[in-house]
């Protein structure tokens, strides 16, 4: 059975841990356990994509979108869209710079992920967490 569930928040900081908070408390309703790993890894995920749309998203007037869905063998799939046309870059983040990790993590911790253009309607990047 998949269950998916979408929301959209405002482009704003304080939108990242409530991104955070629904994630996981969906994810534990569907029955994922608390102290498993791939509950935490969707959570840290949701928060590191969340926090590149309030950054670099451009939805200044509107908001972003975020969904997460469980697939039927409980894997994560994770989506937030915004309107920004351009794709995230994995960089080298230098030592005293205080951002630039983010997209390394997803890559390190995601079974896969991408990025879906939607034309003049932005981008969604996704993420795919083995349960």
Not at 78 to 88: C, G, K, L, T
């Amino acid at each position: 059975m998949l269950r998916r569930h979408a929301f959209r928040l405002p482009p704003h900081p304080a939108s990242v841990s409530l991104a955070r908070l629904r994630v996981h408390d969906h994810l534990a309703a569907w029955g994922h356990k608390e102290e498993s790993a791939a509950l935490d890894d969707a959570v840290l995920l949701v928060s590191e994509l969340v926090t590149n749309a309030v950054c670099h998203g451009r939805v200044q007037e509107r908001e972003f979108e975020v969904a997460i869905t469980v697939l039927s063998d409980g894997d994560c799939f994770i989506e937030v869209s915004d309107e920004s046309p351009a794709s995230p870059q994995l960089r080298e983040a230098g030592i005293l710079e205080e951002s630039g990790r983010g997209l390394r993590l997803l890559d390190n911790i995601a079974e896969a992920w991408g990025v879906w253009q939607r034309g003049r309607h932005g981008k969604t990047v996704w993420a795919l967490v083995r349960s």
